[in-house]
C-alpha cells in the first residue's frame, strides 16, 4: 500500500497516518516498542504530522499492519488525512481564533464519506489564526482561522479558503477562494471542489497538478468560488438536488463576463427546464433572433422552489442588455448572501 517506501538500504519504511499530528505519550511508548521490533528502533517525525517506523524487511510489514497500534490509525489512511497539517489551535495556543486540529479532522472524515478518492493527493493545511503556523498559505486547500456570521447573525467559528498552493516544481502562494465562511459551511464548499477533482482528475494526478491542469487553466477563481457557493445554496440550502458542475472544455477563457453569463444560462436551464436564449455568439453574447423577455422574477414563477432573490441574481446574470447585465462574480456573491 501507499504507506510501505522501499528505502535505499532495500528495507521499508512503513508511514503510520497521525491525524492533525495528535499522538498520546502512551501510543508513543508502544509506537517506539514496536519501532524495535520490528524495524531498527528509529522513528521519524514529518514536517506533515505524520510518523515513519524505518528499516523494516518486507517480510514483516504484514504482521506490523496487524499490530494493535497501527490498526488504530487505520482509520486515517486516506488522502484526507495522509497529507494534513493542523496547527495548535485554541486548545494550546493563545492566538488561536478556532479550535482547528478538531476542525480539521471532522472536516477531513466528512470528505472521506462524501467523495472518497483511492488515488490522488491533497494537502489541506490549516492555521488557527493568521500567523499561519499551519503553512495554509502553501496548501492546496488551506484554511485560516476567523470568527464569522451564521445565517442568524451570531458569532461562530469560521475560515477563510485557500486554493492552489504549489510546492511541487514551483513554490507559489494560494489564493483566497472564500473569506469569512462559518465552518458548517466551508465543508460543503471544499465538498464541491472535491468532486470537481473527482470528476475530471487522471488517474493518480495531485490536487496540485490538477489545479494546474485543469481549475486555473479553464476557469477564474472567481468562477471556481461561484460554484461553490450556488452548490451550496441549491443543496444545503434550498435542497433542489441541482447541481452546476464545471465543464471540460468551458470555451470562456477565465473571462468573468464570458463565465457569468454561461452559468447564468445553464442555472436557467437547471432550475426551470426551459432556455434563457437560443444561445450565444463567440463573444458570449445572446442570440436574440427570438428574443424571450423575461421577468426578475421568471425563475420563481416557473420553479416556486426557487426563492426570488435567487431568481433575481439570474436575472442579472442573464440580462439581454450588457451594460446593466452583473460582469463580476463578486457582486453576486454579494446578492447571495440573502438567499
Ligand atoms: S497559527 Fe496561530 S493559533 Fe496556530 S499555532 Fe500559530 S500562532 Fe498559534
Redesign the pocket.
Known amino acids: 500500500g501507499s504507506n510501505r517506501v522501499l528505502l535505499k538500504n532495500g528495507k521499508y519504511a512503513y508511514k503510520v497516518i497521525v491525524p492533525s499530528g495528535i499522538f498520546s505519550g502512551s501510543d508513543m511508548i508502544e509506537l517506539a516498542s514496536r519501532a524495535k521490533g520490528f524495524g531498527s528502533g528509529n522513528i521519524r517525525l514529518t514536517y506533515d504530522q505524520n510518523i515513519f517506523i524505518v528499516d523494516i524487511d518486507k517480510s514483516a510489514l504484514d504482521a506490523l499492519e496487524s499490530t494493535t497500534i497501527i490498526s488504530k490509525y487505520k482509520a486515517f489512511n486516506n488522502i484526507y488525512f495522509n497529507d494534513m497539517i493542523a ?4 486548545k494550546t ?5 478556532i479550535p ?1 486540529k478538531p476542525d480539521a479532522i471532522e472536516m477531513a472524515h466528512f470528505l472521506n464519506s462524501e467523495i472518497a478518492i483511492d488515488s490522488g493527493m491533497v494537502r489541506m493545511n490549516w ?8 503553512v495554509h498559505g502553501i496548501a492546496d486547500i488551506g484554511f485560516e ?1 476567523c470568527k464569522a456570521k451564521d445565517d442568524e447573525g451570531n458569532r461562530v467559528d469560521g475560515v477563510h479558503i485557500f486554493i492552489g498552493g504549489k510546492i511541487t516544481r514551483v513554490a507559489k502562494e494560494a489564493r483566497v477562494l472564500h473569506k469569512t465562511l462559518p465552518i458548517t459551511e466551508a465543508k460543503y464548499h471544499i465538498k464541491y471542489l472535491l468532486q470537481t477533482y473527482a470528476q475530471y482528475k487522471q488517474r493518480g494526478e495531485t490536487f496540485e497538478d490538477f489545479e494546474n491542469r485543469f481549475l486555473s487553466t479553464k476557469y477564474s477563481y472567481q468562477a471556481i468560488g461561484f460554484m461553490t457557493k450556488i452548490n451550496y445554496i441549491l443543496n444545503e440550502k434550498l435542497d433542489l438536488g441541482i447541481k452546476l458542475e464545471l465543464n471540460n472544455e468551458p470555451k470562456t477563457y477565465k473571462k468573468e463576463n464570458f463565465e457569468i453569463i454561461d452559468f447564468g444560462m445553464r442555472l436557467f436551464k437547471l432550475l426551470t427546464d426551459e432556455s434563457r436564449f437560443a444561445g450565444v455568439d463567440n463573444e458570449f453574447e445572446p442570440i436574440l433572433s427570438q428574443p424571450r423577455k423575461i421577468t426578475r422574477d421568471e425563475v420563481s414563477i416557473i420553479n416556486p422552489k426557487v426563492p426570488k432573490k435567487l431568481s433575481e441574481v439570474i436575472y442579472m446574470m442573464t440580462d439581454p442588455n450588457k451594460k446593466s447585465r452583473a460582469s463580476v462574480f463578486s457582486e453576486l456573491i454579494v446578492q447571495l448572501k440573502g438567499v
Open positions: 496547527c495548535a489551535g485554541t495556543c493563545s492566538f488561536g481564533v482547528n492555521s488557527a489564526c493568521p500567523k499561519g503556523c499551519g482561522g
